[in-house]
């Protein structure tokens, strides 16, 4: 007895919960359908019916009832809680989509334009003015600016459905990888930039080292010249003094020679 009262129990949990789960994903039609009267009142038969994103313009308002004109001249009465100026979701779906696409396709031109940019940009290019880069953070930010219009109007009408927020992720996502191509082209050329640097500084050191070989081999030759002359001078030194000596005693010989020649052999 007790096994059947746990069971029944346990059966009618599952049966709660089975319930709660349908009418949890149970949900109110956006497909409406309103009457054109002849006159403000729906007592009345309506002479027309008119479904969701009708368009219309309202020509007066009475009570609860709208007078208004339709696309083919016809006019009528309709209830003013069925008119909103709102953009129906169906709208604000197909707009978003056709957002999406756009996106989509600025993404593959921007990626396009990344990969030109690393094959063709010299490797000193690191200007911060580049306009590859400013054309794409500009269309970074229009885009960005369009989706938060998008979001603006979607949040006044919350019955476009799963699909308008699927579409709304999928934009995010889209700016998303359109901010990371542009932080890439940043990147390079920010790497390109510290090369462009780092190959004027290896310029820069080699002709001061060419600067330092041509000093030093002219101090060498200077120093070689001197060296040799210093050398010459020393060796022709003993020769110009025995010179001096030898000029001295013939001098002094030659001197005695004409006194003597004059005194007839007498010498003072």
Partial sequence: MKGSGWKGLLLTLLISLVLVGMAQGARITDKLLAGLYPD???????????????????????????????????????????????????????????????????????????K????????????????????????????????????????TDNSAGNGSEALAQRIVELEQQLAETVSSEVELTRESSALETAQQVNRQLEQRLQQIARLAGAMETTTATEESSSRFKAWELPLLLLAMLFSFIGGVAFKNYRLAKRYGGFRI
């Fill in 40 to 114: 403000p009142d729906s007592t009345g038969k309506p002479t027309r019916v008119l479904p969701s994103d009708t368009p219309l313009e309202r020509l007066e308002k009475r009570g609860d009832f709208t007078r208004v004109r339709l696309g083919d001249g016809s006019e009528g009465w309709v209830e003013s809680r069925f008119i909103t100026d709102e953009k129906p979701a169906r709208i604000m779906l197909l707009e978003l989509q056709a957002k999406n696409s756009q996106l989509q396709q600025q993404l593959r031109d921007a990626e396009r334009q990344l």
């Fill in 116 to 155: 030109a940019l690393g094959k063709e940009q010299p490797a000193g290019n690191g200007s911060g003015d580049d306009p590859e880069l400013n054309a794409l953070k500009r269309q970074l930010a229009d885009a960005q600016a369009e989706n938060a219009l998008l979001k603006n109007e979607r949040s």
